[in-house]
């Protein structure tokens, strides 16, 4: 069965620090990867999505980039944080882009100070 | 871009009352989705309904469809306490999923 992980579980990081959030996928092959952001009591806003190794599509401009350096894992990168990067980032792949359903990970929540 | 929009944003019942909440979102879809979130954890996929499907069940779960309204709702029927989550909608829009704000049901014991 598949699995997906996400590490680390929370993160208080200052501003202006770095930021690597690791998402990772098992008992699939070539999955559809996603990064979502969601902010307290709202809905999820899409950052990242990836359809394979090394392919990255970015959804809104923003402090954040991703990368796919494996076909299972996606990670979610910052130089420099901000304030407003403080949220919940939930990881998910899918089979297909769009018209299937998404499965997600636990999530990291990130508070920047 | 296309968003579905929840309705209600809250909603508080009790054990054994139905619960249901609505979706709306403005552009052709292929397929419409519901999710649920508890508190602090990942998005858990409940439904898929296709866009010539009118209605759908699964165990408690009822979705319907309206494409012509383009809107969905979601019945939960003789709720419990732990069905106490967020409920999200999510539609296709090109090759990404849309996901609304959410509702948040709260069911007392």
């Known amino acids: 069965s598949q699995t997906i992980h996400q590490w680390p579980a929370t993160l208080v990081q200052p501003v202006g620090s770095p930021l690597s959030l690791e998402c990772t996928v098992e008992g699939t092959s070539n999955p559809n990867l996603y990064w979502y952001r969601q902010a307290a009591g709202r809905g999820l806003q899409l950052l990242f999505y990836s359809v394979g190794i090394g392919q990255i599509s970015s959804e809104v401009p923003q402090n954040l980039s991703a990368s796919r350096p494996q076909d299972r894992q996606f990670i979610l990168s910052s130089k420099k944080l901000l304030l407003s990067d403080s949220g919940f980032y939930l990881c998910?792949?899918?089979?297909?882009?769009?018209?299937?359903?998404?499965?997600f990970g636990p999530g990291t929540r990130l508070t920047v100070t | 871009s296309q968003q579905g929009e929840e309705d209600p944003q809250a909603l508080s019942i009790q054990e054994g009352e139905n619960a249901t909440m609505n979706c709306s979102y403005k552009?052709?879809?292929?397929?419409l989705q519901w999710y649920r979130q508890n508190s602090g954890r990942g998005l858990v996929h409940l439904i898929l309904i296709r866009s010539n499907e009118r209605e759908k069940h699964s165990g408690r779960l009822r979705v319907t469809l309206d494409t012509s309204k383009k809107s969905s709702s979601l019945l939960i029927t003789a709720s419990r306490a732990a069905d106490t989550a967020s409920y999200f909608c999510a539609t296709d829009e090109y090759s990404t999923l849309t996901f609304g704000k959410g509702t948040m049901l709260l069911v007392s014991p």
């Open positions: 552009t052709s879809i292929n397929n």
């Open positions: 998910a792949w899918s089979v297909t882009l769009g018209d299937y359903e998404q499965y």
